[in-house]
């Protein structure tokens, strides 16, 4: 192959200066491809139309390159050596390609394997011509075990509660990589994980009872044990109106899942129950296990009586957020006077994010509020006043409504300017309910009460590990393994101090074993 240009006579010294660098760059491209084009001849010839996929360790291949410098390759150890060159070069070409995604890379790299693995078996049975008894061949060892380990439950269980996929979508997931498991046997699975991990589950509602601070908040949800037959048929109906917080939970038809989050020495521990309830009786169900020694939470929500504990004392602070949320709809509308309100609150929650970013104690950080946000919040406070009183906004317009949310309600939303520690909103326990909500909108239901409570225990479990910063699978994995232990000490398998738990269980019993990666 020729890479030089034909010269070109009858230009001038600067335009042949010019065309002997094009005709340099040209030589370099026209060589680029030839290499490629030949790579790509000898890929052709020795790449099979349809990847293969073999599981090779590194030992296996260092015992080959041995053989190799040896040369006393066997006769098995070609194939291995083609199938090694030929991935070479085919991830080569898809590194090279730019439309190759890092997705694709992946899955070259480490294959599509299914969420929950398996070894299947297929046992050939031969019946008998002339006597009709059938044969069936042994099983070979290992098979004959435990079906299921921990790590099964675990990934089922956060794919389900945590991340929202049903059962039936898992099945076919599953069935489509060659691992058949149905939805059946996965309740049966995740049924008895989290029998073993009730334990663990009441002792986080009883810690959460002694917390600090408090959010707790509601969304519906449908259970069909608990729904009459026309009422199964309307799965999807609209939740029961606001008026059924005055009805006891015997009468009430509606049905909600309450998010209660609780902070306590540091740690979040999130709190998922399902059933008749509203979010104000689970809350209490909760507090009656509080030491009687300690002081009254401070008690995060919006602004529904629903959402009271009763008679038991709390200090309530509404959501900040919430009333904002109430101007930002009427913005649009509104322009001038929604954005004097905005940028004052946008004033409180910067002043809370340097707080934070200062790492304050809960004195420092109401001292900070008091100096930097009291005189914002005073001023806001004067305009909205003066709004009604000047006749500036009309009382029943939607503004006059955004307005008297905040005045009606003022004071419990701006404790963050009397109490130390108060949270200025809900959004916590908001963004907790988005599990059950994401959980609701794929599974649509729960079939039992029995059903919802699993659910509870474990979008409880998985969502106080992320607000703890710990993997979720390996703790679920872990309490599964350890279930013995755990129902003895429940306090000791927490997600923030069960790995020193799991460390002195392993040098008590001489054992060491690789814990999974946090």
Known sequence: MVFSRNPCYGRSARNEHRDRQRNACGSFVVFARAWQFSLAAVAGIIMPTKPTIIELDMNKLDDILRRVEAKELRPEDYETVRTVIESYVGLYF?????????????????????????????????????????????????????????????????????????????????????????????????????????????????????????????????????????????????????????????????????????????????????????AGENLKDVLVRRAAELPAPIQMCDALSRNLPGELATIVANCLAHSRRQFVEVADRFPEECRHVLESLSAIYHNDALAREQKLSAEGRLCFHQAESSPVMEELHVWLVRQFDDRLVEPNSALGGAISYLLRHWEKLTLFLRVPGAPLDNNICEQALKKVIRHRRNSLFYKTRHGAHVGDVFMSLIHTCELCGVNPFAYLTELDRHADDLSANPQQWMPWNYRPTLTATAASSGVARRFDVN
């Open 94 to 278: 898809a590194v090279g390609d730019r439309n190759t995604t890092i997705r694709r890379l992946r899955q070259m790299l480490f294959g599509i394997k299914a969420p929950v693995g398996a070894k299947v078996y297929y046992l050939q049975k031969l019946r008998c011509n002339l006597c009709g008894v059938v044969f069936t061949a042994q099983p070979p060892e290992g098979a004959a075990g435990e079906k299921y380990d921990a790590t099964a439950g675990s990934m089922i269980a956060l794919l389900k509660y945590g991340n929202g996929v049903p059962f039936n979508r898992e099945e076919k997931l599953q069935g489509s990589l060659g691992i058949p498991l149905p939805a059946s046997t996965q309740w049966d699975i995740v049924e008895a994980q989290a029998e073993h991990a009730e334990p663990v589950f009441e002792e986080l509602v009883r810690q959460a009872a002694q917390g600090d601070i408090v959010h707790n908040d509601d969304t519906g949800v449908k259970i069909l044990e608990m729904m009459g037959a026309r009422a199964q048929q309307a799965a999807l109906a609209d939740e029961a109106a606001e008026d059924s917080a005055k009805k006891p939970a015997a009468e009430r038809t509606g049905m909600f899942t309450t998010g209660i989050v609780s902070t306590r020495e540091g740690h979040k521990i999130a709190l998922f129950l399902s059933g008749r309830q509203h």
